[in-house]
């Protein structure tokens, strides 16, 4: 954690959060191979602050630990794993809308394409493309995304399979290409911080 205390306050006064770190892992000692038996394994930092912070963190940890920072690169193809699964989960209460954001490429100046999807809508959709409940596949992302490719296409004729994925939004969590992610439903952290790990550790190695 890094404080911060104005020149002006006394000795007394509590001083002021400005970021927090942690250092995690979810199961990650099922994922990662060959490490020795007493080794502990973290692969994974969250920081909550501003980036300036992080950065100044990052390279204390690099230079004393001997060890690398880095933003954690989220692929669009893990991305439609992320909306899929995070569409699916039951929520106690009203949910907000299933946002996909695509980012154009080859354009003289930048062009997002934001899709927004009644999050009732988007989970009967899942519903019907999952086999096996609590089971996903590969061929039933692909199949959830592709219809609301289609979907998509048959409104507005745009191809949304010539852009890039970049950001998901969820009523659990949303996650940016970047690495940026928020986890907005604390029953399903256990599940976020899992898939998350495994992302750093497949990185890692």
Known sequence: QLSSRSQASSRNSEDKLVWSGWFCSVFGDDLSENLPEDFTSLPLFLSHGAESYTSLVGSWFQKTFDCCFRR?????????????????????????????VF???????PLDISYAIHPEDAKALWDTVQKTPGEITQEEVDVFMDCLYAHFHRHFKIHLAAAKLVKVSTAVASAHCDGIVKILQSQYLPGVLMLLTELAISQIQ
């Open 72 to 100: 954690l690169a989220i692929s669009p193809q893990n991305l439609s794993w992320m909306v899929a699964m995070w569409a699916g989960c039951k929520l106690d209460r009203a949910a907000s809308a299933v946002e996909l």
């Open 103 to 109: 980012s154009v490429p080859r354009l003289a100046q």
